[in-house]
């Protein structure tokens, strides 16, 4: 079966660039959608196609797929960026996610 | 405004029935997959299977293949997801989730999700 992997965890400065990488094969080649997700909230996309942000997200989220990695990029990350990430894709007509990253601003 | 609204929070004991509910409003039911998706206490996102309201297609990931089942009743808007015999491994929070693409083609993100409903099987 198919399987995306991201880091368990990243932390990044205030101000900083924070990267959260997906990795699986040939992932290029397919569509890569991240969700956010707050404690005791419900996912929320902040990237879908690769790098279409929906409206409300706001601009220092961006995306990138190429190869076999996908890559979520939070530029001047805000203390209230502090959530799990979610990469998903589709493999054939299945949802696969990846385990998630908690990106930690400290 | 478009939103799925599910069921409330359910205690059940092993053994038992349950059936939980998502439903839509805001936008035309019979035209967007709905997803279903698993998250067991601390850990990440799990898919169980997704279905179009208007024929019923369904799709399942071949981890919950045969645990549990979904449906939906578009006279009323509603997805459902349910089990015939919960096991304590069942407790989980439970989302549902719109396809952001409407149609019949699979590739796109879920925009639209419901608030979730947590779901404990306890002795």
């Known amino acids: 079966s198919y399987e995306l992997t991201q880091p368990p965890s990243v932390s990044v400065s205030p101000g900083q660039t924070a990267s959260i990488t997906c990795s699986g094969d040939?992932?290029?080649?397919?569509?890569a959608h991240w969700y956010q997700q707050k404690p005791g909230q419900s996912p929320a996309v902040v990237i879908y196609q690769d790098k279409k942000r929906p409206s409300g997200i706001p601009e220092r989220f961006s995306g990138s797929n190429s190869g076999n990695t996908a890559t979520l990029t939070i530029s001047g990350t805000q203390a209230m960026d502090e959530a799990d990430y979610y990469c998903?894709?589709?493999?054939?007509?299945?949802?696969?996610f990846g385990g998630g990253t908690r990106l930690t601003v400290l | 405004e478009v939103q799925l609204v599910q069921s409330g929070a359910e205690v059940k004991k092993p053994g038992e029935f349950l059936k939980i509910s998502c439903k839509g409003s805001g936008y035309i039911f019979t035209n967007y997959w709905i997803g279903w998706v698993r998250q067991m206490p601390e850990k990440g996102l799990e898919w169980i299977g997704i279905i179009y309201p208007d024929d019923s297609d369904t799709r399942y990931s071949p981890s919950f293949q045969g645990q549990a089942t979904i449906s939906a009743d578009k006279s009323i808007n509603t997805a459902y997801l349910q089990w015939t015999s919960l096991e304590a491994s069942d407790t989980a929070m439970y989302y549902c989730?719109?396809?952001?693409?409407?149609?019949?083609?699979?590739?796109?993100?879920?925009?639209?999700w419901g608030q979730g409903t947590m779901v404990t099987v306890s002795s």
């Open positions: 989730a719109r396809h952001l693409r409407p149609g019949g083609e699979m590739y796109d993100a879920f925009d639209i």
């Open positions: 998903q894709a589709w493999d054939g007509s299945t949802v696969v």
């Open positions: 040939k992932l290029g080649n397919k569509y």
